[in-house]
């Protein structure tokens, strides 16, 4: 299925956002707000993203993308970067099966190259028993950065067309590590921080900005619903006037 550029074209707009993509940040906070060591936060994150995938699949959403692990929080404590991996892989063991069984489809998108070989043939496993699930498509962002997204699909497209020295958006966007989804409609970050932090660059491009200081641990399925409420009360514009949005047929 094709998805069309917010630039390029004027997405159809509906009160449920359709793509929801997160920030999950404030693990280690929320762990140390309670004297507990940083490890005991993100395994309380792992139980947060069940509550949220199951709260995006009750609610109509069709793709969430979690940013689990950047590729600058590599330059993280070793000890922490290495708990984080057996996370990963420990929730992946357990949750699979849950997710294949409630019509969920698992895409992991980053530069896996860096991670263990185990943990590689994990991933592709689930994402092969998950292929046909069509109720919700979850991404996990992994070693992910916007700006390897953008370069690794430029170095696509120019072995693609060697020669070739002018490419139009279009030609590019087959390329990027979400191509398969329409961009976010949504985005929302916890923790307090208010930034993109090198997520989603090229995708984020029209999409609505939420920010809460709720930690990820804490944040569930009510908090969710601020965020679409708040959502609801945007005029998506998409570079148009106020007064071309209230003619006829404009939204739907």
């Known amino acids: 299925m094709k998805h069309h ?30 004297f507990l060591p940083r490890v005991a936060g993100h395994g309380k994150g792992v139980e947060a993203v069940r509550a949220i ?12 993308t979690l940013f689990a692990f950047s590729s600058e929080n590599w330059r993280r404590p070793q000890d922490e970067v290495s708990l984080l991996m057996r ?20 895409r992991v998108i980053g530069d896996l190259s860096r991670f263990d070989q185990k943990l590689q043939d994990m991933i592709a496993r689930g994402e092969k028993l998950t292929a046909g699930n069509q109720r919700l498509t979850l991404s996990i962002c992994a070693n992910y950065g916007g700006r390897w997204d953008v370069m ?13 020295a002018d490419f139009s958006e279009e030609a590019l966007a087959p390329h990027l590590a979400m191509a398969y989804a329409p961009e ?19 995708q984020l491009a029209y999409s609505e900005l939420y920010f809460t200081e709720t930690y990820w ?25 106020s007064a071309q949005l209230a003619q006829p047929g404009e939204i739907s």
């Open 152 to 164: 690794q699909a430029v170095g696509k497209l120019v072995r693609e067309h060697p020669g070739v």
């Open 184 to 202: 976010p409609d949504l985005f929302i970050r916890t923790g307090g921080e208010q930034r993109i932090s090198n997520f989603l660059l090229w």
């Open 217 to 241: 641990p804490d944040f569930n399925a009510a908090a969710l619903d601020e965020a679409i409420a708040s959502y609801r009360q945007r005029e998506r514009r998409f570079g148009r006037t």
């Open 5 to 34: 550029s917010s630039t390029q074209s004027v997405p159809a707009v509906s009160a449920v956002p359709r793509h929801v993509a997160i920030i999950m940040d404030g693990n280690g906070r929320w762990a140390t707000k309670r």
């Open 53 to 64: 995938v199951e709260a995006c699949a009750e609610r109509g959403i069709e793709y969430l």
């Open 87 to 106: 996370l990963f892989m420990t929730a992946l063991e357990r949750e699979i099966g849950r997710m294949h069984t409630n019509g969920i489809r698992l």
